[in-house]
């Protein structure tokens, strides 16, 4: 074999590992490798980033880590099934029912369809998200769009990635309400 074929080769060995590599950097939390039954089980959430936007203003960005006053947990099941559930509370390390400031739960169904994950209704977390600057009558409320896709899953870490629009209509005004939420959990 002529000696410049041999450097050609040599050059190829390592363009075709840093070629693997980076194909499967991520191991199982690519999107083409999400699988059901590793998702099924029960999980803690650990930490939620939350930002609101208003007519495409930043209003709140801000994270909630899980503490001794905020816990939350979801539980797949095989059949498809989740119940998630979400509490505040204060100076409390059980979160007695006469300390609770806020509790959220949620039941229904989630699905793989490929790397398409859907879930109706969204999961319970530590924020718990009302309009604001909204007085007198109540606002008609009509969801725009809801999106949520799962950004890791491995068999210890789940994240997953929300974006939920709606619109706040009173006399006065119509606003166009953004809720990205990111939830980050553990086993």
């Known amino acids: 074999m002529p000696?410049?074929?041999?450097?050609?080769?040599?050059?190829?060995?390592?363009?075709?590992?840093?070629?693997?590599?980076?194909c499967n950097r991520?191991?199982?939390?690519?999107?083409?490798?999400?699988?059901?039954?590793?998702?099924?089980?029960?999980?803690?959430?650990?930490?939620?980033?939350?930002?609101?936007?208003?007519?495409?203003?930043?209003?709140?960005?801000?994270?909630?880590t899980a503490s001794a006053y905020a816990?939350?947990?979801?539980?797949?099941?095989?059949?498809?099934?989740f119940a998630s559930s979400a509490y505040t509370g204060q100076n409390t390390l059980n979160l007695a029912s006469t300390n609770i400031i806020a509790a959220d739960t949620t039941k229904g169904q989630?699905?793989?369809?490929?790397s398409t994950f859907t879930i109706s209704p969204s999961l319970a977390g530590f924020i718990m998200f009302a309009?604001?600057?909204?007085?007198?009558?109540?606002?008609?409320?009509?969801?725009?769009?809801?999106?949520?896709?799962?950004?890791t899953l491995t068999g210890s870490n789940f994240t997953l990635h929300a974006d939920v629009v709606v619109s706040y209509a009173t006399a006065s005004a119509v606003k166009t309400y953004e809720y990205?939420?990111?939830?980050?959990?553990?086993?």
């Open 3 to 22: 000696r410049h074929m041999k450097k050609a080769y040599l050059l190829l060995i390592p363009a075709f590992l840093l070629l693997f590599y980076a």
């Open 26 to 64: 991520n191991g199982n939390a690519t999107p083409a490798n999400f699988n059901q039954s590793i998702l099924v089980g029960s999980w803690t959430l650990q930490k939620e980033h939350y930002v609101r936007n208003i007519n495409g203003a930043v209003q709140v960005d801000t994270t909630e």
């Open 71 to 81: 816990t939350a947990k979801a539980q797949f099941n095989a059949d498809g099934s």
């Open 110 to 114: 989630y699905a793989f369809s490929g």
């Open 131 to 151: 309009p604001v600057g909204i007085t007198g009558t109540p606002p008609v409320i009509t969801p725009i769009s809801n999106t949520e896709q799962i950004t």
């Open 180 to 187: 990205v939420t990111d939830y980050y959990y553990s086993r």
